[in-house]
């Protein structure tokens, strides 16, 4: 459990109780909310159905990571422009990137991977990012023995070397 959580645009107050009302369903439905404006603008030819799917998952998952990136010992003020951002720190940036990877192995095969020349590596943003690929599992492990959730929030680093 967190210490607190607040919302940037909400004045709480717990003596005049204006905390309640705002439940973690209220929190999701407005991410996702949110999240189908911009899925609407990135693609206005897909159907309804595509479009609703994407933002519950936009949506939902800006929600955890945001949550996910904070001590849970310290108060936070939730901000729908950091949770929602495409271009920064944030899930939908993360999502599609993975959506990007995940293209780049449909395309590739084992036997594509096998002739790689490692040789062509030459910058240190590639050696970096190998490395940073790399980490990941041990940096997952680290949360799962830690129990501390917010420890995931720093891989996110391997998607900004390049």
């Given at each position: 459990?967190?210490?607190?959580?607040?919302l940037e645009e909400v004045d709480f107050s717990g003596r005049e109780g204006t905390w309640i009302g705002y439940s973690?369903?209220?929190?999701?439905d407005k991410a996702t909310e949110l999240a189908r404006v911009e899925v609407d603008k990135r693609?206005?030819?897909?159907?309804?159905?595509?479009?609703?799917?994407?933002a519950n998952q936009v949506g939902v998952g800006a929600v955890r990571y945001f949550m996910l990136n904070a001590s849970p010992d310290r108060?936070?003020?939730?901000?729908?422009n950091?949770?929602?951002?495409f271009n920064g720190d944030a899930a939908p940036y993360l999502q599609y990137s993975h959506a990007r990877a995940q293209r780049i192995l449909e395309k590739?095969?084992?036997e594509k991977a096998s002739k790689i020349d490692l040789t062509l590596?030459?910058?240190?943003?590639?050696?970096?990012?190998?490395?940073?690929i790399a980490q990941l599992p041990a940096e997952l492990l680290e949360v799962v023995k830690s129990l501390k959730k917010d420890v995931w929030g720093t891989s996110f680093t391997s998607n900004r070397i390049t």
């Open positions: 459990a967190y210490e607190f959580v607040g973690t369903d209220d929190v999701l693609n206005p030819d897909e159907n309804d159905a595509f479009k609703d799917k994407v108060q936070i003020t939730f901000r729908w950091e949770a929602l951002d590739a095969s084992d590596l030459v910058a240190d943003a590639e050696f970096e990012l190998v490395k940073a």
